[in-house]
């Protein structure tokens, strides 16, 4: 956070100032929320289920026609794990997969293997059946559908972080994150997870799968075997996949990778939990980066890797853990953003259309960003002296090799957070009208609030200017996203404490190719011209009113710092002038996407005439 120099001698008179990030009074009580006999079914079973390590997980395939799968199995000997599947319940088809053994710090000292397999062949609309091998007994058949695989509808999660309201009371005790059955926080945040994903999925029962920004699970490097049973304990979970994502909780060590079978595992971004993997699903290419390992190369060879495997998905879409474009106190003015000057240029160069965010705990929608295209420097996190978490109180400047604290002691440690605050500010904000864009240049930065509402952050004061939306209730939500070959759209609702649903944002909605008039080709049906000196110039105003809605659409404003601003991907949203005057020719200096240029061109009642050539540069014909 900012400690401008008039506040620095408070600071100092207080003395030392923890950056350790601090949740709210505000939690999801689940013995509030949860009707009181569901409540007590539930923690009269949580002796039983806080000890079941073998819960099975759902995780989307390479692509949509496969779908993998992982669990535990007890003892020590590893035997080849097999999956039944197939549509007749009756006559299904094994498919058999990997085995290894599970560290056994993390289970009590009891002997685990963790099992991995993948289903191939799916066809969309179609109901199976499977089951799963445990110890050589199939469980009962569990049914499983896909959906359209053209019209794809999702369920995008944010911190769930299962056994985070720990200290927080209930019935006139504080909630425990002890091991086991004692870890009573896990049982008060498996039930709230668990009534997020059977709410949203009675309003979407036609979501395909989950797409959670991390933190899954609370304990950070710590045996967690309770948090992550009560994590995979749904129902719903047994019939619909998740892609998660590491998060700072889950990296430290490799229950995560034991729990999740992700697809096209690469060897990037690697922490104890495993790196950055990808699928493609309908008309979308998924990319899921762990941010925890902050070598921004290697997330780029993942991206390149990515990229190369699907080439002609029409939407691009990665998911991070932390929101380098966020909202919340504490995180999105210091460790959220501390990928932010590294990751936005790559976000451009691939033409990453979505990023969503976990982390901050709060919601937030951004406006359409890119980058500046200046020089900036590159920051990281780094473990603490005993490797047990990340040194929360220091972010890390890479090329001055600089720690720099989040919560200063003195002057010159403000001056420092200062000056990584107003580096960071390196994004361009892309000049949009309406919750409907077509074409954009920019970037959507999605940030989820808590799925469970285990924890819940303030919303930082005053709001960012990337900021297009945001809200903290103090409640669970949840977004849906539905996407086609040509929109993406999002909408996000919260859950009262009576279990109604609230939206809390309007449908955000980004088309590509929509329907085009016959210009489409970026063809001006008619534009203003002035003749000077043999060559003929047309009015930049007309060129951008007739080119909107086309593939080579464009914006032109003004405003006093930069005077004229070109840009191009967005439809005008200015006035068409009228008639036309004798003109004097200059030069046009004008801002196009960021970067100054000098036109020759007629200014003629109070507006800029340019020739062909210019507009042929903005791949307009005039017809």
């Not at 197939?86 to 993390?106: M, Q």
């Not at 685990?112 to 469980?139: C, M, R, S």
């Not at 989040?406 to 892309?430: M, R, V």
Request: hydrophobic share 30%.
């Amino acid at each position: 956070m900012r400690f401008p120099k008039k506040i620095l001698a408070g600071i100092l008179a207080l003395g030392t100032v923890s950056s350790a990030f601090a949740a709210t009074v505000h939690y999801n009580d689940s013995s509030v929320t949860g009707g009181s006999a569901e409540w007590q079914a539930w923690v009269n079973n949580w002796d039983e289920l806080s000890s079941d390590y073998t819960q099975v997980s759902l995780t989307p395939g390479a692509d949509e026609t496969k779908l993998n799968f992982a669990w535990y199995s007890e003892g020590n000997e590893q035997t080849t794990p097999v999956i039944h599947f197939g549509t007749d319940k009756n006559n299904l088809t094994p498919f058999t997969g990997t085995a290894a053994a599970v560290d056994a710090s993390l289970t009590d000292g009891k002997s685990y293997n963790y099992n991995h397999v993948t289903v191939t062949g799916l066809e969309e609309n179609t109901t199976y059946y499977y089951t799963v091998e445990k110890n050589g007994i199939q469980t009962e058949p569990e049914e499983y559908r896909t959906r359209s695989f053209s019209n794809v509808k999702m369920l995008y999660v944010g911190d769930p972080q299962v056994g985070a309201s720990k200290g927080q009371p209930q019935n006139g005790e504080s909630l425990s994150a002890d091991s086991g059955a004692a870890n009573t926080a896990a049982r008060n945040d498996g039930f709230a997870w668990n009534r997020t994903l059977e709410i949203a999925e009675a309003q979407n029962p036609d979501i395909s799968f989950i797409i959670s920004a991390g933190d899954q699970v609370n304990k950070t490097g710590l045996p967690k075997e309770e948090e992550y049973a009560a994590y995979l304990a749904p129902d719903i979970l047994k019939s619909l996949p998740v892609a998660t994502t590491i998060g700072n909780h889950d990296s430290l060590n490799p229950d995560y990778m034991y729990h999740f079978n992700n697809p096209n595992t690469t060897e990037y971004g690697v922490t104890q939990a495993g790196g950055d993997y990808y699928y493609s699903y309908g008309a979308g290419l998924f990319i899921v980066l762990n941010t925890n390992n902050y070598n921004v190369a290697e997330h780029e060879k993942a991206i390149t890797e990515a990229v190369k495997s699907d080439p002609e998905a029409r939407w691009r879409i990665v998911t991070i853990h932390q929101d380098i474009y966020g909202t919340g106190l504490d995180h999105s003015d210091t460790d959220g953003m501390i990928l932010r000057t590294q990751l936005t240029p790559i976000f451009d160069k691939y033409d990453i259309d979505v990023v969503l965010q976990g982390h901050d705990h709060t919601y937030s929608r951004s406006k359409l960003l890119y980058g500046d295209g200046q020089s900036h420097s590159g920051y990281e996190f780094r473990l603490n002296d005993d490797g047990s978490d990340y040194d929360w109180d220091h972010a890390y400047d890479i090329k001055l090799n600089g720690q720099i604290p989040l919560a200063p002691e003195d002057q010159d440690g403000a001056e420092k957070l200062t000056a990584f605050q107003e580096d960071n500010l390196c994004y361009t904000i892309e000049s949009t009208n309406g919750n409907t864009v077509v074409n954009p240049k920019g970037t959507l930065y999605m940030s989820a609030n808590s799925a469970s509402g285990s924890k819940f952050y303030e919303l930082i004061n005053p709001q960012q200017d990337y900021i297009a939306e945001r809200s903290q209730n103090w409640l669970p939500s949840y977004s849906v996203i539905t996407m086609s070959d040509s929109s993406f759209a999002i909408d996000t609702y919260q859950i009262t404490d009576n279990g109604s649903v609230e939206a809390i944002d309007r449908t955000f909605t980004i088309q590509k190719d929509a329907a085009q008039p016959e210009n489409a080709q970026g063809k001006v049906v008619a534009a203003a011209s002035l003749k000077m000196d043999g060559e003929t110039y047309y009015r930049l105003r007309d060129a951008a009113y007739s080119s909107s809605g086309t593939a080579s659409q464009f914006n032109v404003t003004w405003d006093g710092k930069n005077g004229i601003v070109i840009t191009t991907g967005v439809a005008y949203n200015g006035y068409r002038p009228t008639g036309a005057a004798e003109g004097e020719k200059g030069v046009m200096n004008a801002v196009l996407n960021g970067e100054a240029v000098s036109v020759s061109a007629v200014s003629a009642g109070g507006n800029w005439y340019v020739p062909a050539s210019f507009l042929n540069e903005l791949g307009i014909t005039i017809q």
